[in-house]
């Protein structure tokens, strides 16, 4: 049997098969592959168990040591952080048992001497103990194939475990060639030649053997190669190959086979899942968790359930309960599932307690359950059961880690250090490679045979060979070892890693390109320690730094994007023309047929100003596919004030005097702290995250004061509330078309919610309006007469009681203060605010109706105004403002510009 060996190698060597075909009877192997063929022949069965395991037993063999050696110099470590020091010091003694280290071995410092100690309570075998095993077994005469070993000129410099295997082998007869350079005579053979300490060496102009390919970017790189033909080079080297398939498989390329580095989101199907273990629940795990690729629940559940919980701003609320229930009580098996894989709706937390190991372990047992029967049904092809398999190990790991922890119930962060010690980076299939397709190898070392073009996709991140074996021992460590263990040379480790690097110039015959960018998004790229190399070899000797006199320079070719690498598609011109003011279409038929009944201030805001917005906001609904979103810290604020002040605030039926100052001083005094607690719960779940711990206290606090003002303000101007979050206008019968009400201002039919709803003494009616903000924009609405929400409710109210409102004011929450035309009594917090002379005989209400027609007759027509950065005075809208008594544009923030602007898909100018 003739085997291709290098321990460099990664699994996808390059072969030129014309040469060396690799059947049956021929092997490209690395180290574990040589040492399985050995054992297979020889009858030698050879297990070592898997890492989780093996990490649990030691963490286990390290607390027995702790336990009789309380005093050691880990002990403090070991105290502070026990899972990462037991995992660091497995490490460590994986590394030195590969050269020959046992727990009789020289202890010269006292870190050595606790890795000797813990080696008494521990005898799990590494990767390493089992090779040095296998040598011993070749050294004492096993069963050997007859075998033909070719391999590096550089063996000599492989780790010594590997020489000496390579040594016994040869000692027992095995055939044995260490394949020498074979170098053509041109620049590829000259760069090697200096790289490898070469003088007075210079490059022939007209070859182009050797080319050095610059881009601008990375991902300008990546787009170009992956659009050349698979036949233009021989070998493709690239470490990272994701992106690149990615973009084979959109220029309708062949794939090339590709991995997912990292960990993959359904591979951290378990890590997601323990955060929700979390007390309080992280709202935003809990998104995460119901948006995971798949999930044992289904799709359109999680789907569901994550809206429900990014608009109420909660999981402990009626909204998501009722959702739950009515889902269990149309498919009854939901209820099982619901139980195992989400947090007990019922049982909400509002400070940190400790977890019940009980509920982890049950968690855990049923996901690794439900992976398995996903692997036994699966649909979804080689890289889901990759995955699934990588979250059954997790599974198992964790549950014997919680075995030999042996607590009831342990703190979150413990949960948190566990899942952070079974998680690791591994590779799994993205793609499988298509026949004719670009031949790519991960590692510059995985040469078998020589290439005659070769590209180098990833040269410019090259050549950063890392921590040597043996870097973490002392210098007193290391020359108590030399002796007694077969530790690697330094010397010989940095030449053989030297020489790993080189290999694609001392494989590559006709053409090798080496690939450079300036820059990985906006940072700068790094630059190979090869180039640098050359780049000082090649030099202008007065104008070291100057690249355009660098002897290198001819060879570097600027490449960008070329159209001719692009298919030829149709262009659709959907340009806007500069001067064209509206976005024109033709079938209306759509937006007539589904036009709201009524309007909200809401929408008003939206459509007077921005019809274009409007839209596309209301009838082409663009939807994104990212996950679900929850509201911010401010909105979120907004949301658990209202709510708060409703729930203290609002008269009871029941409650004869409620409503009044006095009953509500009772409310905040007896129940603010319950309230606020349960109301943050279901609906401002992101404030019990850990980084907005002190947010969640200020915020609090804020409330309280607040909350004091206003009562403040009805207290000083003798109110008592009549209503809270009080329907006005439009009314439709839940489940029915039938109306059960209107809101008409002239032919406008409207709908609003007011927060507070007020009565003095005499019956005349007060309208508060509440604000999370501290902007001075409702200030400058009043200031304008442009308040569309207040002048809609004040109608409203008055439609309804028949009573004039006496006044209406905003109350700016994180201020206590309110701000209003009118003039609210007593020693309050109090903006008062004077319309502007040219706008207060305007009749707002009028505005409103005029816009809201004229936007309407636009919009149906086919036309769609787009002014963004116009002047005021070319606008249309604005020409005729005056003779149509509608409202002024800028009455928005000031601002023309809406959601949507620039969208250049849909309003892009020439």
């Known amino acids: 049997m003739k085997l291709f060996y290098n321990p460099s190698f990664t699994g996808n060597a390059y072969v030129d098969f014309e040469k060396t075909p690799v059947m049956f009877d021929a092997k490209v192997v690395n180290t574990a592959g040589l040492c399985g063929i050995i054992r297979l022949h020889a009858g030698i069965c050879s297990v070592v168990k898997d890492y989780g395991i093996r990490f649990v037993d030691y963490y286990s063999a390290m607390k027995k040591f702790m336990a009789k050696n309380p005093k050691n110099t880990l002990a403090t470590s070991f105290k502070i952080d026990s899972l990462n020091t037991a995992k660091k ?407 053989y890693l030297r020489k790993l690097l080189l290999t694609p110039f001392a494989k590559t015959k006709k053409k090798l390109v080496l690939v450079t960018i300036d820059k990985i998004g906006s940072a700068p790229a790094p630059k190979s320690p090869v180039y640098i190399q050359l780049e000082k070899y090649f030099a202008d000797k007065k104008k070291p730094n100057d690249f355009s006199k660098n002897l290198l320079k001819p060879f570097v070719k600027e490449k960008t994007l070329d159209a001719a690498l692009s298919k030829a598609i149709k262009k659709i011109d959907n340009r806007m023309e500069s001067d064209q003011e509206f976005v024109e279409f033709n079938n209306t038929d759509f937006i007539k047929d589904n036009w709201a009944e009524y309007q909200s201030s809401t929408s008003l805001e939206s459509l007077i100003p921005h019809p274009l917005d409007y839209v596309l906001d209301t009838y082409v609904a663009f939807k994104s596919n990212a996950l679900d979103q929850l509201n911010d810290l401010s909105t979120t604020k907004g949301k658990v004030a209202h709510k708060v002040i409703q729930l203290l605030f609002s008269p009871k039926k029941e409650k004869k005097d409620s409503g009044t100052p006095t009953y509500i001083r009772t409310q905040i005094d007896n129940h603010f702290d319950a309230i606020f607690e349960e109301t943050v719960q279901s609906e401002g779940g992101i404030l019990l995250t850990k980084d907005n711990k002190l947010e969640l206290q200020q915020f609090k606090k804020q409330l309280s004061a607040s909350l004091e003002g206003l009562l403040k303000g009805i207290s000083e101007n003798k109110l008592h509330v009549v209503a809270c979050e009080k329907s006005v206008g439009y009314q439709q019968e839940k489940d029915s078309d039938k109306v059960i009400r209107h809101g008409f201002i002239g032919e406008l039919d409207t709908k609003g919610f007011i927060d507070m709803q007020l009565e003095d003494p005499e019956g005349n009616p007060y309208i508060f309006d509440f604000k999370w903000t501290t902007s001075d924009r409702h200030a400058q609405k009043l200031k304008e007469n442009k308040s569309i929400q207040l002048a809609l409710y004040k109608e409203l109210i008055e439609q309804e009681t028949k009573r004039k409102v006496k006044a209406v004011a905003y109350y700016l929450l994180p201020l206590a203060r309110f701000v209003s035309t009118s003039d609210l009594k007593g020693a309050i917090n109090l903006s008062h605010i004077l319309t502007e002379s040219e706008r207060a005989g305007k009749d707002l209400l009028k505005e409103i109706q005029n816009s809201y027609k004229y936007r309407k007759e636009e919009i149906l027509s086919g036309k769609l105004e787009e002014t963004a950065d116009w002047a005021k005075e070319d606008i249309t809208y604005e020409q005729k403002r005056d003779d149509l008594g509608l409202l002024p544009m800028d009455y928005y923030d000031n601002a023309k510009t809406g959601t949507y602007n620039p969208i250049a898909v849909i309003k892009g100018r020439k």
């Open 89 to 495: 010091c497995l490490e460590w003694r994986d590394t030195l048992a590969a050269a020959g280290w046992t727990k009789a071995s020289p202890a010269p410092t006292e870190r050595m001497k606790v890795l000797s100690g813990v080696e008494k309570f521990f005898d799990d075998k590494s990767a390493g103990e089992e090779l040095l095993e296998l040598i011993a077994q070749v050294e004492g005469g096993c069963t050997l194939p007859e075998l033909e070993i070719h391999t590096s000129s550089y063996y000599e410099d492989f780790s010594p475990a590997e020489v000496r295997l390579l040594n016994a082998l040869i000692e027992r007869g095995v055939t044995f060639k260490a394949d020498d350079k074979k170098l053509e005579s041109n620049n590829i053979s000259k760069v090697l030649s200096i790289l490898e300490g070469g003088k007075g060496i210079k490059l022939d102009s007209n070859d182009e053997s050797f080319e050095i390919w610059n881009f601008a970017e990375r991902d300008e790189a990546i787009k170009y190669l992956s659009l050349l033909d698979a036949t233009d080079f021989d070998v493709w080297i690239n470490a990272d190959n994701k992106e690149f398939d990615n973009w084979q498989k959109l220029g309708g390329k062949k794939t090339s086979g590709s991995e997912i580095s990292g960990i993959p989101q359904t591979a951290e199907l378990l890590a997601i899942g323990l955060t929700m273990f979390e007390r309080p629940l992280n709202i935003f795990n809990i998104v995460e968790w119901l948006n995971t690729s798949i999930n044992p629940l289904s799709d359109f559940f999680r789907k569901k359930l994550a809206e429900k919980i990014c608009k109420s701003g909660g999981y402990y609320n009626d909204r998501c309960r009722d959702f739950i229930n009515k889902e269990i009580e149309e498919y009854p098996d939901l209820k099982e599932k619901i139980e195992k894989f989400l947090p007990d709706i019922n049982q909400p937390y509002f400070e940190e307690t400790d977890v019940e190991v009980a509920a982890i372990k049950a968690f855990v047992q049923n996901l690794r359950k439900w992976c398995a029967q996903k692997i036994a049904l699966n649909k979804d092809g080689d890289a889901a059961v990759d995955q699934l398999g990588y979250v059954i190990n997790q599974a198992d790991t964790l549950l014997l880690l919680l075995e030999e922890i042996g607590e009831t119930a342990i703190p979150y962060s413990s949960i948190e250090a566990m899942s952070s010690i079974i998680v690791n980076n591994v590779s799994m299939k993205q793609y499988s490679a298509q026949a004719g397709c670009k031949n790519i190898i991960n590692s510059y070392a995985d040469f078998c045979d020589e290439a005659d073009k070769t590209i180098w996709c990833d040269f410019y991140q090259s050549g950063d060979s890392g921590k040597l074996t043996y870097s973490f021992l002392s210098p007193i460590e290391k020359e108590a070892f030399q002796e007694s263990l077969s530790l690697w040379d330094t010397l010989k480790e940095r030449d």
